[in-house]
Nanobody, 123 residues
Framework: QVQLVESGGGLVQAGGSLRLSCAASGSTFYSYTMAWFRQAPGKEREFVAG????????RYIDSVQDRFAVSRDNAKNSVVLQMNSLKLEDTAVYYC????????????????WGQGTRVTVSS
């Protein structure tokens, strides 16, 4: 079992950057596929970025490609989402998620979820 705790959210101006972190408990963190999802006000939760347990396979939604970067440090049981050039539409609650399955954009594939961290982008 894995417990996930996100941090790093906050208020930032458009064009700015934020670094989200996800701290995971459990000795088998290295074996989990990890992902970031987000849920904007009034919208469904959506996949943002994810990476394989080795970290060598990553996937992003088109709207964040070239602006966001996901990485992991298995030695520190952590996953990071570096968000640059933030836009108003990036405002959402961001969730860290884990699965033992292959990297997928499907929310249903992820078993473990954090509580979320709020990101607000202002003009």
């Amino acid at each position: 079992q894995v417990q996930l705790v996100e941090s790093g959210g906050g208020l930032v101006q458009a064009g700015g950057s934020l670094r989200l972190s996800c701290a995971a408990s459990g000795s088998t963190f290295y074996s989990y596929t990890m992902a970031w999802f987000r849920q904007a006000p009034g919208k469904e939760r959506e996949f943002v970025a994810g990476l394989s347990w080795t970290g060598d396979i990553t996937r992003y939604i088109d709207s964040v490609q070239d602006r966001f970067a996901v990485s992991r440090d298995n030695a520190k049981n952590s996953v990071v989402l570096q968000m640059n050039s933030l836009k108003l539409e990036d405002t959402a609650v961001y969730y860290c998620a884990a699965t033992t399955s292959l990297l997928s954009r499907a929310e249903s594939q992820y078993v473990y979820w954090g509580q979320g961290t709020r990101v607000t982008v202002s003009s």
